[in-house]
């Protein structure tokens, strides 16, 4: 009659295991805000979010950070942990709430426009051992078409786009009813976040476009 009780023993003790990891899973809500962010401005993009230990008893230990990207995302972007370690907390304690800068997303500047898509999965538990995926929230990195601008300078022109939007070359046309586009053969100079041509316009309509051959 003993090795039965054992056996019983045994099996309410893998099944209260596999409770324990579920309530660890879910103590901790994490939101992203917001889910979605430009890479427009630079080849860094930080993510802000909330974790929220949602156990009134229990210390929560976030332990790790791991990533996956989703299709062409994995040829594009890479993670910052760094940023994720310097800046949240390693423990929540019960019912306490973070709220800030939670990791951060390398983009490569070859990226073209596009939406690249990722989740980021905070591990940990109750102890500093533990490694059970806490929240595993869905994040996205935005890379619209870049935007031409274009100012006087004196009797030329500076035309300016994103520095990031690589790959795209300049071209001008000065009729719209014909396909004849010249690539301006120029560098951009690269000032604030943005390439930068001067050009000069010469007699007549210009037009310009950006091309990613």
Same mark, same amino acid.
């Given at each position: 009659?003993?090795?039965?009780? =054992?056996?019983?023993?045994?099996?309410?003790?893998?099944?209260? =295991? =596999?409770?324990? &990891?579920?309530?660890?899973?879910?103590?901790?809500?994490?939101?992203?805000?917001?889910?979605?962010?430009?890479? !427009?401005?630079?080849?860094?993009?930080?993510?802000?979010?909330?974790?929220?230990?949602?156990?009134?008893?229990?210390?929560?230990?976030?332990?790790? #950070?791991?990533?996956?990207?989703?299709?062409?995302? &994995?040829?594009?972007?890479?993670?910052?942990?760094?940023?994720?370690? &310097?800046?949240? $907390?390693?423990?929540?304690? $019960?019912?306490?709430?973070?709220?800030?800068?939670?990791?951060? #997303?390398?983009?490569? $500047?070859?990226?073209?426009?596009?939406?690249?898509?990722?989740? %980021?999965?905070?591990?940990?538990?109750?102890?500093?051992?533990?490694?059970?995926?806490?929240?595993?929230? #869905?994040?996205?990195?935005?890379?619209?078409?870049?935007?031409?601008? #274009?100012?006087?300078?004196?009797?030329? %022109? !500076?035309?300016?786009?994103?520095?990031?939007?690589?790959?795209?070359?300049?071209?001008?046309?000065?009729?719209?009813?014909?396909?004849?586009?010249?690539?301006?053969?120029?560098?951009? &100079?690269?000032?604030?976040?943005?390439?930068?041509?001067?050009?000069? $316009?010469?007699?007549?309509?210009?037009?310009?476009?950006?091309?990613?051959?």
């Amino acid at each position: 009659m003993h090795t039965p009780r =054992l056996n019983l023993f045994t099996v309410l003790s893998g099944l209260a =295991l =596999l409770v324990s &990891a579920e309530s660890a899973r879910a103590d901790l809500a994490f939101e992203l805000t917001p889910a979605v962010e430009s890479g !427009v401005v630079s080849n860094e993009i930080v993510f802000n979010g909330t974790l929220i230990n949602t156990s009134p008893t229990d210390t929560l230990f976030l332990n790790s #950070i791991q990533f996956s990207f989703i299709d062409a995302a &994995a040829g594009y972007l890479a993670a910052d942990t760094n940023v994720f370690f &310097a800046n949240v $907390p390693g423990i929540l304690a $019960p019912l306490e709430t973070y709220s800030d800068v939670v990791f951060a #997303i390398v983009l490569n $500047p070859a990226a073209p426009p596009g939406q690249y898509f990722g989740i %980021v999965t905070v591990q940990g538990g109750t102890n500093i051992f533990d490694s059970t995926d806490l929240a595993s929230p #869905i994040f996205e990195v935005s890379v619209p078409l870049p935007a031409l601008s #274009i100012a006087l300078s004196g009797t030329n %022109v !500076v035309v300016s786009w994103a520095w990031s939007s690589s790959g795209f070359v300049l071209q001008q046309n000065s009729d719209l009813t014909t396909t004849n586009w010249i690539t301006v053969t120029n560098s951009p &100079a690269v000032t604030n976040w943005q390439n930068q041509l001067l050009v000069s $316009p010469g007699a007549g309509d210009r037009f310009y476009r950006l091309l990613r051959p």
